[in-house]
């Protein structure tokens, strides 16, 4: 179990993150409909989410969407990086917008990060010009095969923090419209803090609430939106040793590994990616593969490994 070197969050802003991480409901006033089950008001709920917001408990509040579904590009990726150059190669990804997530690993490829673009095609621009920034080899592995994403955190009284599995459904997608998209730019920061929130983003692209409410329903029944709810800061609350780690199975095992890494209670996410698998302890587990043909197999007697030492770039939503 991870402890915060914080003070203990308060029962109402404990009990709001353990709850509702996800199955923020879809209706007109929200946060009277949570408020029995927690034991609260309207109001002192709002000022709970907003007090975790402003301290950084909470990295946002609202829709995560899974950008593959929007028609975006998403793909991991690592560089090998000469230690004197180090800092100045994550500083330049730091300021790119298509780098989510940078970390420095302990392993010869030390340093890995998500590329999130606009449309498919992005990817294989961003590496390109990541590539011609640093003039290093970028190493792109997008991913095959989802076999799991979803971690909750559970606070308890004492201000410790562990991790519990939550269903992790893969859906069919579903193609988006005009509105669709607009309702995706105008919650993809997050939902307003207000006693009727979808009430002010559907005034805010001239709809009525009632077909904002429809199709936000729709995108979470096909996956273009993983979970409403509250994203907790992890470092905030004590987790840091986000690790990952990598196999390179064979092909008639890659499903039976990775269905069993997904369904250990400490994974975040295991995907496969074309010859590899990574697994990782807050843990990330992913099934890595292959899709350059000069990335060169590790031995499969000794799976590589590697685990975080830093975060080189704060994430993006």
């Not at 180090?86 to 298509?98: F, G, I, N, R, S």
């Not at 990541?130 to 997008?142: A, K, R």
């Not at 199975?249 to 996410?269: C, K, P, T, W």
Request: aromatic content about 6%.
């Amino acid at each position: 179990m991870a402890e915060s070197d914080q003070a203990p969050l308060p029962e109402l802003e404990r009990r709001l993150i353990n709850r509702y991480q996800g199955g923020f409901p879809l209706c007109e006033r929200p946060f009277e409909q949570i408020a029995k089950p927690l034991h609260s008001d309207s109001d002192s709920l709002l000022q709970a989410l907003h007090t975790l917001l402003e301290q950084g408990w909470l990295s946002r509040f609202g829709p995560l969407f899974n950008a593959e579904r929007l028609g975006g590009g998403l793909s991991l990726a690592a560089l090998a990086v000469p230690e004197p150059d180090y800092a100045q190669v994550a500083e330049k990804l730091t300021k790119m917008p298509e780098v989510a997530h940078n970390y420095r690993r302990e392993h010869e490829l030390n340093m890995w990060f998500v590329l999130a673009t606009a449309s498919p095609e992005g990817i294989d621009a961003a590496c390109h010009q990541i590539e011609q920034t640093t003039g290093l080899e970028v190493f792109n592995f997008p991913k095959q095969r989802e076999f799991y994403l979803g971690l909750w955190l559970e606070l308890d009284e004492r201000g410790g923090c562990q991790t519990r599995p939550i269903p992790s459904p893969q859906p069919q997608g579903m193609a988006l419209d005009e509105l669709d998209h607009a309702i995706v730019s105008a919650t993809q920061a997050g939902l307003p803090l207000l006693a009727e929130p979808y009430r002010a983003i559907a005034e805010q692209l001239d709809c009525t609430s009632a077909e904002l409410l429809q199709r936000l329903a729709r995108m979470l029944e096909t996956g273009v939106i993983r979970r409403i709810g509250l994203v907790p800061n992890h470092y905030k609350l004590g987790l840091r040793a986000n690790g990952m780690s990598v196999w390179n199975s064979v092909d008639e095992q890659r499903e039976q590994v990775g269905q069993a890494i997904g369904a250990l209670d400490f994974v975040a996410h295991a995907d496969r990616r074309a010859g590899l698998t990574i697994c990782s302890p807050w843990s990330t587990a992913k099934a890595a593969s292959r899709c350059k043909p000069r990335w060169r197999k590790w031995p499969r007697a000794s799976p590589a490994k590697a685990r975080a030492t830093r975060c080189c770039s704060a994430a993006r939503s």
